[in-house]
């Protein structure tokens, strides 16, 4: 007999955020679009999930968890719940009709894959993005009544995606009109780690909410309480997260993808600072020569290493996130003579890296690039 898929584990945190959400879905003065953003792994797509679940919902209160709405919700079968989110491109798909058919049954795929197993690591590497034939479906959707209710919710999970494709920003435009003004009865959440690299236009057209990271402790318990972590281990990979459960879950597996792009990360920040450029074209050639966009994460964690050179050298141990590299932290920021304004630099220095990233740029170029520049930055003038 087959066993039915784990619950999804209840929403933690943001108490007060989510009783101000609920009364404007119950009074009814929630904007149709709405634009969920905090850092990644944060709770946004939980969340979106969530505020379709409370709108949906029969039950007294809401949301009950035992109307049959809710039931469906849950379990991400909900016929008007569209939930929408970035994917590798399909092969072999020739025309728009193909494309569309493909990028659907992808969804489809991966919809399942979450309810098999609904805590997953945030972070992957690869390289995907929001397609103009999922936004036309989206646009199709919505024209069309709702199958249950009054209302129908699409979420567009990490909308950053609908820009960085192909260097063009149609799947963004086609959204427009569509987010302006909403068919009736027709609700759309997007969620995003890095609002500013939506479309000014989108932006301007949905009702900014802002989820903040949650508390080390609040992680901690949630990978005790659902994941049945060792509680120093679970602290640990909590303190990492910096308010990331999703970061939380790659911390906690010493194979997970946040594990890895900390380690990796840090031989980067090694080969920049150590004064042998030989070791920066060495690194740069270990990646390779396609899909850019799978180093967001590993530069957000070399940035977070340069972060914590920063608060080493200021003797600020208690704003230190790898607290187990310390000692080489201070060693290391003790011989580059760092200042606050370079380490500001060089964070600026792998954010504009970043960004050339989602531009889908030669990974070599720009991991060597970046190197460079950051020996450039925090290595101190002869």
């Not at 679009?33 to 792994?41: E, Q, Y």
């Not at 936004?135 to 820009?163: C, N, T, W």
């Not at 890095?194 to 932006?203: A, D, K, W």
């Not at 900390?262 to 920066?280: F, H, P, Q």
Request: proline share 8%; charged share 25%; with cysteine.
């Amino acid at each position: 007999m087959t066993r039915p898929p784990p619950p999804p584990p209840a929403f933690r945190g943001h108490g007060d955020l989510r009783a101000s959400l609920h009364r404007a879905l119950s009074r009814g003065t929630l904007p149709a679009t709405v634009l969920i953003h905090g850092m990644p792994g944060c709770g946004k797509q939980s969340l979106a999930l969530w505020m379709a679940r409370t709108a949906l919902c029969t039950g007294d209160p809401r949301p009950c968890g035992q109307c049959n709405s809710c039931r469906l919700a849950r379990r991400l079968e909900h016929p008007d719940v569209h939930w929408f989110f970035p994917l590798p491109r399909p092969k072999r798909a020739s025309s728009p009709g193909k494309l569309a058919e493909a990028l659907e049954e992808a969804r489809h795929d991966r919809l399942a894959d979450y309810r098999r197993q609904p805590l997953r690591p945030e972070g992957d590497t690869e390289v995907k993005g929001i397609y103009l034939a999922a936004v036309l479906s989206i646009r199709g959707r919505a024209h069309k009544r709702p199958a249950m209710g009054s209302q129908q919710f699409f979420i567009i999970g990490d909308a950053e995606y609908l820009v960085p494709q192909e260097a063009s920003p149609e799947a963004a435009n086609a959204l427009l009109k569509l987010l302006e003004e909403p068919p009736d009865g027709s609700r759309f959440i997007l969620t995003s780690g890095r609002p500013g690299s939506l479309l000014e236009t989108v932006r301007s057209r949905a009702l900014p909410v802002h989820l903040p990271p949650l508390r080390a402790a609040e992680v901690a318990a949630f990978l005790e309480e659902e994941c049945g972590a060792d509680p120093a281990a679970a602290m640990v990979a909590a303190s990492r997260s910096q308010g990331s459960i999703g970061a939380a879950l790659g911390h906690l597996d010493d194979d997970g993808v946040q594990a890895n792009e900390r380690a990796r990360s840090l031989e980067l920040l090694r080969a920049a600072v150590e004064g042998r450029r030989g070791d920066a074209y060495k690194a740069a050639l270990a990646f390779g020569a396609g899909g850019a966009r799978g180093l967001l994460g590993l530069l957000a964690a070399l940035q977070l290493w340069i972060r914590d050179l920063g608060a080493a050298a200021l003797g600020r141990d208690d704003r230190v996130v790898n607290t187990d590299e310390l000692p080489v932290l201070r060693e290391t920021a003790r011989r580059l003579e760092l200042t606050p304004d370079r380490v500001a630099a060089a964070v600026d220095r792998v954010e504009s890296a970043r960004m050339l990233a989602l531009g889908n740029v030669n990974p070599q170029l720009l991991i060597s690039g970046v190197l460079l520049e950051l020996e450039e930055t925090l290595t101190p003038a002869a």
